[in-house]
């Protein structure tokens, strides 16, 4: 009996069309968060450390990007789907 996949795990196998979600999904939950960033520091002081979360997020996820990491891009993108307003 094959047991299921993970989304993360089947980008991670290299499926060409979850690659492609992914190059889709993660520009989109950046963006997503840049907005949430925005909200979070209007907040003010008190929205500082969740500000600062995310930006160490986003600058992952640019770096993960420019370099083509895969994994890296896997992982920022779990990350940046935790956060809420």
């Given at each position: 009996?094959?047991?299921?996949?993970?989304?993360?795990s089947?980008?991670?196998?290299?499926?060409?069309?979850?690659?492609?979600?992914?190059?889709?999904?993660?520009p989109?939950?950046?963006?997503?968060c840049?907005?949430?960033?925005?909200?979070?520091?209007?907040?003010?002081?008190s929205?500082?450390?969740?500000?600062?979360?995310?930006?160490?997020d986003?600058?992952?996820?640019?770096?993960?990007?420019?370099?083509?990491?895969?994994?890296?891009?896997?992982?920022?993108y779990?990350?940046?789907?935790?956060?809420?307003?």
């Open positions: 009996m094959r047991r299921p996949h993970s989304r993360a089947q980008i991670s196998e290299g499926d060409e069309d979850v690659s492609e979600s992914l190059a889709e999904a993660l989109k939950e950046m963006a997503r840049r907005e949430l960033l925005g909200q979070y520091r209007a907040i003010g002081p929205g500082m450390f969740g500000a600062a979360m995310i930006e160490q986003l600058r992952r996820a640019d770096k993960a990007v420019m370099e083509g990491d895969v994994v890296a891009m896997i992982q920022v779990e990350a940046l789907k935790e956060y809420e307003s």
